[in-house]
């Protein structure tokens, strides 16, 4: 099967080559899900990627002596150089990097955690979730053996360092499960999507509930659909809170093919009970309700990257709340500017606020087709939820597919951007916002001096307080794996240089 599905993926890239393949594929690359794909510069770009960011001109920035480094960071044993350097390419002088006289703080690298070279059938980087000091690390996937390689990995922070703490594999022994390719942390609890999973039928998908009891994690429920129908790919997006599991089934013929659908758990006295089954109203083919979802103080995010309700390719995002019937719809998200953007391909949700990322969004006013990318904050006002702020790059070069994928905690965020080629050919990056208090965000570019070409870097993000993980899913065609995952921690500003992002109110175009 795995073998067929190849096929036809490249059968679907010569039939696409201008425009977005399957929604299925394409979100391959973002938000954690399904980890491992198809050649990447296909699905995000249409075509292989503009020769301008491999030709334009670099000049390098050097930033942040290591003498300048917090005392405890500087006695770290991390592997760092004694400079990071930044390669900015620029075509004028009003693409270069601007002082953020306003931002009062700034994330560095701290550490890069890569695959023990002893273990070569363990890929990394696909999912990361990262709660106080203990870090979840989900493994890519060879697409063409079609076997999961390895599993999920659980680091824990001691001092300043990572040291791996435990392992998990299937518990089943499926090795076509996609075992891990979302994870989500939260306090004591691990949820580990396997959408790929065959127990109900044939790549159904499952999701595993481990719980950390007596110093020791251990396998607490195996949640599946209560009809499951094959290809439905439930656990291709999982979110959690103390008493709450939301797991995305994108691929659910729910009222029309693909669709897609979320189900909802909830801790009472006899475990975890299914409590309801979430879905667009009305159903849309190919809309991929739940590929990605979030949840936080009683609301319920679901991203619908594939829905076209308004125009091909635009996506919706649906919110939804706790009340004493039950989890019901309150509102629908739209684009706030242009469309064919896969809004909804990640959200995010924390303190009332809402992200919503846009990846495939051409910027206004340009006429490339590139997937450029944007993300969009929301918040609940006396008349409903309304767009308050848009988040893009200003060189637009350096934001390819942002929003991909996105985390948020408190004031400050983390977007990924997996096909940018500043630091080489789909290198990718992830970006650190701070919200001000005027409404006002100050994002900054990340940068791990060991970013490489073909790392995919931003696939997948994490935040919690001080920590930034950013997961490098790396090319999954090649073997040994490459993918890794860069940890980055806040500290003092010390830097004179920093790129600036804009903020827009809706309606008004960032400048390109």
Avoid at 308 to 336: K, V, Y
Wanted: with cysteine.
């Amino acid at each position: 099967m795995d073998g067929f599905r190849v096929f036809m993926n490249c059968i679907c890239m010569c039939v696409f080559a201008a425009g977005p393949m399957r929604l299925g594929d394409f979100a391959l690359l973002g938000n954690q899900n399904m980890g491992g794909g198809v050649p990447v510069e296909t699905l995000i770009h249409g075509d292989s990627a503009p020769t301008a960011i491999a030709s334009a001109y670099k000049p390098t920035l050097d930033i942040l002596p290591l003498d300048i480094l917090p005392l405890e960071i500087a006695h770290s044993n991390a592997r760092r150089p004694n400079k990071v350097h930044v390669e900015i390419p620029i075509s004028n002088t009003s693409d270069l990097i601007k002082p953020a006289a306003s931002l009062s703080s700034s994330w560095r690298w701290h550490n890069t955690i890569a695959p023990d070279t002893n273990h070569d059938d363990w890929k990394f980087g696909a999912a990361v979730s990262i709660h106080e000091r203990v870090l979840a690390i989900g493994p890519a996937r060879n697409w063409d053996i079609g076997v999961d390689q390895g599993g999920v990995q659980l680091y824990k922070r001691i001092g300043l360092n990572w040291f791996q703490s435990t392992a998990f594999s299937h518990p089943y022994g499926d090795t076509h499960s996609q075992f891990g390719s979302c994870v989500c942390l939260q306090n004591n609890m691990l949820l580990v999507g396997a959408p790929r999973d065959s127990q109900g039928a044939c790549e159904s998908g499952a999701t595993f509930l481990y719980e950390f009891f007596d110093d020791q994690w251990q396998l607490g429920a195996t949640l599946l659909r209560s009809a499951s129908y094959e290809a439905d790919q439930f656990g291709a997006a999982v979110a959690c809170d103390e008493n709450t599991l939301v797991i995305g089934a994108p691929k659910a013929d729910q009222g029309a093919q693909d669709s897609g659908a979320v189900e909802v758990f909830e801790r009472d006295a006899n475990g975890w009970r299914n409590v309801a089954t979430l879905v667009s109203n009305p159903p849309k083919a190919g809309a991929l309700f739940g590929l990605s979802v979030a949840i936080d103080a009683g609301n319920i995010i679901v991203g619908a990257p594939g829905d076209r309700t308004d125009g091909n390719f635009s996506g919706r995002a649906f919110i939804f709340s706790r009340n004493a019937s039950g989890w019901t719809l309150e509102t629908t998200l739209s684009c706030p500017v242009g469309g064919r953007g896969w809004f909804g391909n990640a959200v995010a949700v924390n303190q009332g606020r809402v992200l919503v990322g846009a990846p495939r969004l051409t910027r206004p006013q340009q006429t490339d087709f590139d997937a450029r990318g944007a993300a969009f904050e929301f918040q609940n006002a006396r008349d409903g939820w309304r767009c308050v702020a848009t988040i893009m790059p200003i060189n637009t070069l350096q934001g390819d597919s942002f929003g991909c994928s996105l985390a948020l905690h408190q004031q400050r965020a983390v977007f990924g951007a997996s096909s940018d080629s500043l630091a080489g050919r789909l290198a990718g990056a992830a970006f650190a916002g701070t919200r001000f208090t005027n409404g006002t965000w100050n994002v900054e570019r990340l940068v791990a001096p060991d970013c490489a070409e073909q790392q995919l870097a931003g696939h997948a993000v994490s935040i919690f307080g001080s920590s930034i993980v950013v997961g490098r899913l790396g090319n999954p065609q090649e073997d040994p794996a490459p993918g890794a995952v860069s940890i980055f921690a806040l500290m003092p500003m010390q830097i004179a240089q920093q790129e600036v992002l804009t903020t827009s109110p809706i309606g008004e175009a960032a400048a390109p």
